[in-house]
């Protein structure tokens, strides 16, 4: 088994409605997003995944949260912007691409971050 993982950023302003407490403010984070897929088998040349593949399907996914406020754009003008659910979002965007996710981690300060694996791991 192989794990294949890429980093991306994105840099997004947000709101915890209902969080009684300072994050209920407007604020903004340099987010930090850490892919895993896993893979059984190598390819014919030796690679488990392409890193190029990953990054360019992540960074795709993580455009629309560059440099606004995230509370404004869907799904979280519904559903808080916590990093649980952008984590989440961003996990289910990908397995709709194709990718056999593993995890996401989303970092939202050097020291704070929230690790997703979806439930059809366990």
Do not use: W
Not at 5 to 22: C, I, M, N, Q, T
Not at 105 to 118: A, G, H, I, L, M
Request: net charge negative; proline share 4%.
């Amino acid at each position: 088994m192989y794990e294949v993982s890429v980093r991306e950023h994105f840099d997004a302003a947000h709101f915890l409605r209902g969080y009684r407490g300072k994050c209920e403010n407007l604020h903004g984070h340099r987010y930090e997003v850490i892919v895993t897929v896993r893979v059984q088998d190598l390819d014919d040349i030796g690679l488990a995944y392409d890193f190029t593949v990953i990054k360019g399907h992540l960074r795709e996914v993580l455009a629309p949260f560059d440099h606004v406020c995230l509370n404004d754009i869907s799904p979280f003008d519904k559903i808080n912007p916590s990093s649980e659910n952008i984590a989440a979002t961003i996990c289910e965007e990908l397995q709709r691409r194709g990718l056999s996710v593993f995890s996401v981690q989303v970092y939202e300060s050097p020291d704070s971050s929230v690790t997703y694996v979806p439930g059809n791991l366990f």
